[in-house]
């Protein structure tokens, strides 16, 4: 890869060779041009003027007149054919030099297949689960962006191409489905699935309500509304709600519908119905893939940063399963990543050196609990507190993740 990168690198050098002193062949035809364009120029001034004398003091003269005239059009030949050679010269050389760098260069780069220079290569194990990952992932976000489709085929195509579980495509393609309605202003198909009482069912009547407003239908707002709003925070006593529907009222009232936050609302409305949609199918909300490569792109500071203190203090990488140095990372990329220092051996716990409660509630790794039960031989103190542990009454944890 380099040597193509160093080639690439010498060849353009070549190609821009005499760029810095403004002579590259194309310059050096757009100058001759340029200067043809001003002796034209000057030539039409000498004429200009000889056509003024012609008819003024030398109109005795027609010979001379037609003398100088015979030498502007000689002097004219000449420029042209001056500038014609050498222009032809110039676009020669460029397009040689050009097609020179193409075969050297170029098509040097296409001449190699990526797998055989790319040397961070996924092994083929991982490979697979990076697959499935894009699999997933257009599964879930890319599926509402194609027009109308028949949902089996799609089910089909989604496990031929991507080898997507059927059973986690049939929802995508369904969820797809209903976003695309959605986004055409019909909100019947969300309405049936969204459970009664939920934020997503009050955010759909105030979205169907901006509709009838839109449509400039007061009466059957007002209805739809006086219908809806009071039943729904009966029902759930969601009254601190009340003040997201005043504004639409006042609207009403004002007969406004400039203010209208409609493309606001509908994609509060697509991003409360996604969330519920994937909870309750078990679905992931975001794919795996967007997760890592956010993660990456996050921690990629740290990674140069790290890179920079590693050359200089010559220390090196130990833990292959950890990184070596800490990334913050917000809440939704970490929280389902269940993490635990045991507080005695200060270090995060593993399947080979699970966490382990003791009877006072108190967790510490399996390791330190050996070491202070010796092997589950004596009684011990906890660390944290002074209630007394045996080996025997401790139980493996598992974190759930919630
Ligand atoms: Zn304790």
Redesign the pocket.
């Known amino acids: 890869m380099s040597e193509l990168l160093g080639n690439l690198e010498c060849e353009y050098q070549k190609l821009t060779d005499g760029a810095a002193a403004g002579q590259t062949h194309l310059k050096k035809c757009l100058d001759d041009t340029h200067n043809f364009k001003m002796n034209i120029k000057k030539l039409k001034g000498y004429l200009a003027k000889q056509a003024q004398d012609a008819a003024g003091e030398d109109s005795q003269n027609p010979a001379k007149f037609m003398k100088r005239r015979q030498l502007a059009v000689e002097k004219l030949n000449k420029l042209h054919k001056q500038w014609d050679s050498g222009a032809r010269k110039s676009s020669k050389l460029a397009i040689q030099q050009y097609s020179k760098f193409q075969k050297n260069a170029i098509n040097k780069i296409y001449d190699f297949e990526l797998d055989q220079v790319y040397t961070n290569q996924f092994p083929p194990s991982a490979r697979k689960h990076v697959e499935s990952a894009i699999g997933l992932h257009i599964s879930r976000y890319n599926l509402c962006e194609i027009p109308e489709q028949d949902s089996e085929g799609m089910v089909r195509y989604l496990e031929n191409v991507y080898g997507v579980n059927s059973k986690i495509s049939t929802n995508f393609v369904e969820m797809a489905q209903m976003v695309r309605q959605l986004r055409q202003d019909n909100l019947d198909s969300c309405m049936a699935w969204c459970s009664e009482g939920s934020n997503l069912e009050f955010e759909l009547h105030l979205l169907k309500a901006m509709f009838l407003l839109q449509s400039g239908d007061k009466s059957a707002t007002y209805l739809y509304l006086l219908k809806s709003i009071p039943d729904f925070m009966t029902k759930t006593k969601k009254s601190f709600l009340r003040h997201r529907v005043a504004p639409l009222l006042a609207q009403l009232v004002i007969s406004s519908e400039t203010g209208l936050k409609l493309e606001e609302q509908r994609n509060k409305c697509i991003e409360l119905f996604t969330r519920e949609y994937c909870a309750r199918n078990s679905l992931p909300f975001d794919s795996s893939l967007f997760l890592v490569v956010m993660s990456g792109i996050m921690s990629f500071q740290f990674f140069i940063k790290y890179r920079t203190l590693q050359a200089a203090r010559h220390v090196d990488w130990t833990t292959e399963n950890e990184l070596p140095f800490n990334v913050k990372l917000p809440d939704f990329l970490t929280n389902f990543h269940p993490i635990f220092i045991c507080p005695v051996l200060k270090e995060e716990t593993t399947k080979e050196n699970p966490p382990y409660a003791?009877p006072?509630?108190?967790i510490i790794s399996k390791f330190s609990l050996d070491k202070l039960s010796k092997n589950g031989t004596c009684n011990f103190k906890?660390?944290?507190?002074?209630?007394t542990?045996a080996r025997s009454k401790t139980s493996k944890v598992n974190f759930v993740i919630l």
């Open positions: 003791l006072c509630h108190h906890c660390p944290y507190c002074p209630v542990a």
